[in-house]
């Protein structure tokens, strides 16, 4: 038998004439954990959309093999018959099933032809065990963040007799305990002789605990390079996606801070549904003119809910505590009062919150800014198409045009249009929640650059980011949350990972 579980040769896939693989071979070694990188649109999803039958054989060219063998798969299940399985990179679990339903959903545990509820929700128990969640499986998917959705999905994958486990983009979401916990389980997964393929942007767990490293640019392969080579390095790996070498991460930047802008104080939030449970927790703040601050949190400490409820209260109940811009307060009970105010919130979750993904580019940029793209309720298309052209080309948007729907996009390319749709609007206060969520290299790069303009330009700006060392590279002060509370403040000159750790993990503060 071969040393390859798999081997694809001469792939090609188009969509509507364009090329999005072109010629591409991609071999794994049984039981390595491969590594597949590339920018945004390079191609990954495609490939292992290829790959699992989500795209049929006769719907590309070239061939699978897979033990040597070859295989020419109809659909997913075929697929998955042969222990391939793929967690995509937008989640697709059922929000209101339980956990332990969607688990098991396609496969479900059966006596008597009828789903075996007792039997379903005890293995559930055992694989939520095994990822590390600790969550009853019966409780709503709706109920959990996007973090504990990707472990969910894990839990489902293991459910089934899985060979080789592909793996698109799993620590997107994730915060920094809980990608570790994530890339242990699938060292363990090695171990027990499962062959995983993981694309990540995050280069560092990508040289933690891969293999070898195929990179891939345009749709067509560069490399592979292979860990024992001893030639893997960060630098190799950007180099090879981007064509260049990518001197520093962050842009060189002199802020220019001005006046206090917006604050917020004494902010107290409930959870929509369980009304006693509090979830921000008397958290005050503030932005000044033209400054970036940061706030960090481990998952669950409330930074979404806090940035959510202050736009417009689009999260939570009972929310009590005072918001002002320029010393003059402001009550915003909807959005749309928050964006006639200035404000603007582009969400974490792309997928559900931020973007109509059976619309097009153009429609999705537009859609906060259709008043000022309007005359007496008629929209002033040309304007329109002049405006979306304007930030396909700043934000490099990798698509045929303007008028590709956004659902068709690579995962980092949507993340693209959604922050495209609120810098249309012209915000003075921006909120930016995991902004580079899923994004290469270099296109952070670009996003970052875009921030300190906006910032440069006078406006207010919160990141919020589970990356510390992106909030490092690029906030001018930091604010720490632990469980609903602000416990910290920091400025950038005084900060480090281990003290935002420290601060995140500490209730009381210091
Ligand atoms: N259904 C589709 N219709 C049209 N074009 C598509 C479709 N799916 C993907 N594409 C295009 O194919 C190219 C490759 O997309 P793919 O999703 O594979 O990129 P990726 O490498 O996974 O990027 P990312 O890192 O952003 O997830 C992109 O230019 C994308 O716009
Ligand atoms: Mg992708």
Request: net charge negative.
């Amino acid at each position: 038998m071969t040393d390859y579980i798999l081997e694809m040769e001469n792939i090609t896939k188009e969509f509507s004439g364009v090329k999005a693989l072109d010629d591409v071979s991609f071999k794994v070694k049984r039981g390595e954990i491969h590594a597949l990188c590339g920018e945004n649109g390079a191609g990954k999803s495609t490939l292992m959309k290829v790959l699992s039958g989500v795209y049929p054989y006769g719907d590309y060219t070239g061939n699978i093999f897979l033990d040597g063998e070859e295989s020419k798969f109809k659909d997913i299940r075929d697929s998955e018959k042969k222990g391939i399985v793929i967690i995509h990179q937008e989640l697709a679990l059922i929000p209101y099933l339980s956990i332990a339903e969607n688990i098991f959903l396609g496969n479900e545990i059966k006596k008597y032809n009828i789903v075996d509820f007792d039997q379903t929700f005890e293995r559930a128990q055992i694989l939520l065990k095994l990822v590390g969640l600790s969550e009853n499986p019966g409780t709503l998917v709706t109920n959990i963040g996007v973090g504990k959705q990707q472990l969910v999905e894990i839990a489902k994958a293991i459910s089934k007799e899985v060979r080789l486990l592909i793996l698109d983009e799993p620590t997107a979401a994730l915060n920094e305990d809980d990608s570790a916990n994530l890339l242990k389980l699938l060292l363990q997964f090695k171990a027990q002789g499962i062959t995983c393929i993981i694309i990540s942007h995050k280069l560092n767990e990508i040289m933690e605990v891969a293999d070898s490293v195929t990179i891939l640019r345009d749709g067509k392969t560069i490399e592979t390079i292979k860990k024992d080579s001893g030639e893997l390095t960060e630098n190799r790996i950007i180099k090879g996606m981007v064509g260049r070498d990518l001197e520093n991460r962050y842009p060189d930047y002199e802020p220019s801070i001005g006046e206090k802008y917006f604050e917020v104080n004494n902010w107290n939030v409930y959870h929509p549904v369980h009304q006693d449970r509090k979830i921000i927790d008397d958290a005050s703040f503030y932005i000044r003119k033209g400054e970036i601050i940061g706030i960090a949190g481990l998952m669950g400490a409330g930074r979404t809910e806090l940035a959510m409820s202050i736009f417009g209260k689009s999260y939570g109940s009972k929310i009590s505590g005072t918001i002002k811009k320029e010393g003059k307060v402001l009550h915003l009970s909807n959005v749309k009062q928050a964006i006639d105010n200035g404000l603007a919130y582009a969400t974490e979750d792309r997928k559900g919150n931020g973007l109509v993904l059976i619309e097009d580019i153009n429609q999705n940029i537009s859609m906060a800014s259709l008043n000022k793209l309007s005359k007496a309720t008629v929209i002033n298309e040309n304007d329109e198409i002049t405006k979306s052209e304007y930030y396909k080309e700043k934000m490099r948007i990798k698509s045929n045009n303007i008028f590709q729907k956004v659902g068709s996009l690579s995962g980092g390319n949507q993340q693209k249009v959604v922050l495209a749709k609120w810098m249309l609007a012209e915000p003075d206060i921006l909120f930016l929640d995991e902004p580079t969520r899923g994004i290469d290299v270099g296109a952070k790069y670009d996003i970052y650059t875009i921030i300190q303009e906006m910032a440069k330009a006078g406006k207010g700006i919160c990141v919020i980011s589970s990356e510390l060392p992106e909030i490092l590279g690029i906030c001018d002060r930091i604010y720490t949350m632990n469980e609903g509370k602000i416990t910290r403040e920091i400025l950038k000159k005084d900060a480090d990972q281990e003290i935002l750790m420290e601060s995140m993990t500490n209730k009381a503060g210091v």
